[in-house]
C-alpha cells in the first residue's frame, strides 16, 4: 500500500474495500493478497525489476481470462453468477474485469462506467435500437439492460427469467391474464409482435397495423352489402387499418370474444 497508494485508496473505496474487514474477517493491509498472492517478495525486491522477486506478484489482469474469473468466484457464490460457467460471455472470453473494475470502479457495484454504458461498448445493434423512436426506456434510465439480462448468465440464455414472456409478465403483469377470451398469439409469445430493444413503429411493435394483424388475419369485415362494413362509421383507412382503435384488448379480455371493450 505504501508504494501503491493509488490503488490502495480506489481499493478502499469500494465495497470490498469498506467489507473485506467486516464480512472476510481480511482486515485491510492484508487484503491486497487474497488477489495478488503472497506479496514480500514483490515488496523486498522494491521495484527492481531484474530481482527475480518482483514478479512473483500476481497480476490480476494478465491471468487467462478463466483464472482471473477464478479469483473472484472464489467469493462470489451469489445467486447472480451461478449461471457465470455455462453463460455467452464467459464462452466468449470475457473474464469478471471486463466490465468490473477492483481499483478504478467509478459506478455502484464496481464497475468502470454504468450499467448499460458497460453493455453498449461491446453491443454496437442494440444501440442501434435505443436510438429508434420506439423503444424501451433506457436512454431515459427509467430501466437498464440489466433489468432484462443477467451479464454473468441465466437459465434461458442471459434473461432474468425462465422464459421471455415470463420476463415481460415481471413488469407488464396486468398482460399476464389468464382471461376468458385469450388471443392465442399472446398467450404463446410476446415476440411474435413485439420486439425488446427498439422498433420504428409505435409500441415496440415488429411490424405496423394492418400488416401486423394480416399475417394471420383475412382483411376482415368485408362481407356486407355495398362493400362498405356495416359498422364503419368511417371509410377513412387509417382508422380501418389501425384494428386496435376498435380491438383495444388486444392482449385478452374478460368481456368480449372480439377484444373490443
Ligand atoms: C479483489 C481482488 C483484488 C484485491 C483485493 C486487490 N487487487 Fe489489485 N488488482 C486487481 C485487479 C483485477 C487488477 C487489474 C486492474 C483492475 O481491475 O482495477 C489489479 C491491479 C492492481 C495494480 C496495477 C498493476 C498494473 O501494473 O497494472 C496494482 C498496483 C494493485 N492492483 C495493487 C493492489 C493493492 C496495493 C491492493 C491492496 C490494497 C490490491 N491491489 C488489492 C485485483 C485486486
Ligand atoms: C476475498 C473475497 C472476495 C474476492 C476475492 C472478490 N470479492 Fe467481490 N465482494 C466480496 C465481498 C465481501 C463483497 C461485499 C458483499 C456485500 O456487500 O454483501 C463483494 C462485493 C462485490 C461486488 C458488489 C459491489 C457493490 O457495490 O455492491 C462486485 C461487483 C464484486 N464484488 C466483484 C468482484 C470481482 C469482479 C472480483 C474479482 C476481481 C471479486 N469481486 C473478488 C468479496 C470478494
Ligand atoms: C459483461 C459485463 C460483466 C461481466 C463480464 C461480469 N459482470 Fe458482474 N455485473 C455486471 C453488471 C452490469 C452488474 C450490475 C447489474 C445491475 O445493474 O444490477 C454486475 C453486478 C455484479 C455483482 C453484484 C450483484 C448484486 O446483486 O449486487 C457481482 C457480485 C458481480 N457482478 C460479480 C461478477 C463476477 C464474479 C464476474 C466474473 C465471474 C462478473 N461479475 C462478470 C457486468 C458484468
Ligand atoms: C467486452 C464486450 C462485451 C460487453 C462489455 C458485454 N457483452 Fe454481451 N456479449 C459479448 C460477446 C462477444 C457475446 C457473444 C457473441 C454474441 O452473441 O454477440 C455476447 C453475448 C451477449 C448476449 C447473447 C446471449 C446469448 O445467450 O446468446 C446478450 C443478451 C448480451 N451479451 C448482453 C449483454 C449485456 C446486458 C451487457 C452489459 C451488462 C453486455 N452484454 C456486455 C460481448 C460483450
Ligand atoms: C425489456 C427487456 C430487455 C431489455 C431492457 C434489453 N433486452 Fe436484450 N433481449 C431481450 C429479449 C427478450 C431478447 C431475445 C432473447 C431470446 O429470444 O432468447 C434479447 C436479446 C438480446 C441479445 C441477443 C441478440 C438478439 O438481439 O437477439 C443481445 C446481444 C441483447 N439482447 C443485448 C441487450 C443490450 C445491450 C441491452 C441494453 C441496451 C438490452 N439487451 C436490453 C430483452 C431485453
Ligand atoms: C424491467 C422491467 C421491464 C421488463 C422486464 C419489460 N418491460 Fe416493457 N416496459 C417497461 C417500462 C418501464 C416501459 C415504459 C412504460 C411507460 O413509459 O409508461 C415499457 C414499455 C413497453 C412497451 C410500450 C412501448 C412504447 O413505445 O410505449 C411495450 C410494447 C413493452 N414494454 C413490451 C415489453 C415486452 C414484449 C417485454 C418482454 C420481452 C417487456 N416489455 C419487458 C419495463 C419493462
Ligand atoms: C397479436 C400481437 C401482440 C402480441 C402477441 C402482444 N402484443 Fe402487446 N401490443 C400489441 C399491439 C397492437 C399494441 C398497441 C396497441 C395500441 O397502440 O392501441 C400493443 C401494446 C403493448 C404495450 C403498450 C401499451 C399497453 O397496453 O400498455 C405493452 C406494454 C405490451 N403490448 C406488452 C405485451 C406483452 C407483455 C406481451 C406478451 C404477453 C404482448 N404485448 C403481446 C400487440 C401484441
Ligand atoms: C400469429 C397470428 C396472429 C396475429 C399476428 C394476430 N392474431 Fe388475432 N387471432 C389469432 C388467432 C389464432 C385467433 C383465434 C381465432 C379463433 O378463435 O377463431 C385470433 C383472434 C382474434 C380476434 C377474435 C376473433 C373472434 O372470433 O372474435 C380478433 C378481434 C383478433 N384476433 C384481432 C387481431 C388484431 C387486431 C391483430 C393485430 C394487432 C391480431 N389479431 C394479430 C392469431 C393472430
Ligand atoms: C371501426 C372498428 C373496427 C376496426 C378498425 C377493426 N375492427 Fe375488427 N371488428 C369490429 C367489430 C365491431 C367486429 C365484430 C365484433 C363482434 O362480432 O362482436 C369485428 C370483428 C373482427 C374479427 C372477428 C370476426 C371476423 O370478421 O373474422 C376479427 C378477426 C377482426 N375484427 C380483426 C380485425 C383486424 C385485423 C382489423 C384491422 C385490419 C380490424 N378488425 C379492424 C370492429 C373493427
Redesign the pocket.
Known sequence: MGCHAEYAEGFKKTAHGRKFPLIKNIPLDKACETCHGPGSAHAAAAGDRNDPGFATIKHASKLPPADSAQLCLSCHKDNEVNYWGVSAHKQAGLSCVECHSVHQAKERKNLKVGT?ET??KC?K???I??NLPSH?P?REGK???A???NPHGGA??N?RAAT?EE?CFKCHAEKAGPFTYEHPPVVEDC?ICHT??GSLTDKLLKQRMPSLCLNCHKWPHTETANGQPAFYRTNKFYERGHCTNCHREIHGSDRKKSFIP
Open positions: 448499460t453493455c453498449l453491443h445493434e442494440q444501440k435500437g435505443l424501451h433506457i430501466i437498464t439492460c433489468g432484462c439480462h434461458s440464455g434473461l421471455a420476463l415476440s425488446p430493444h
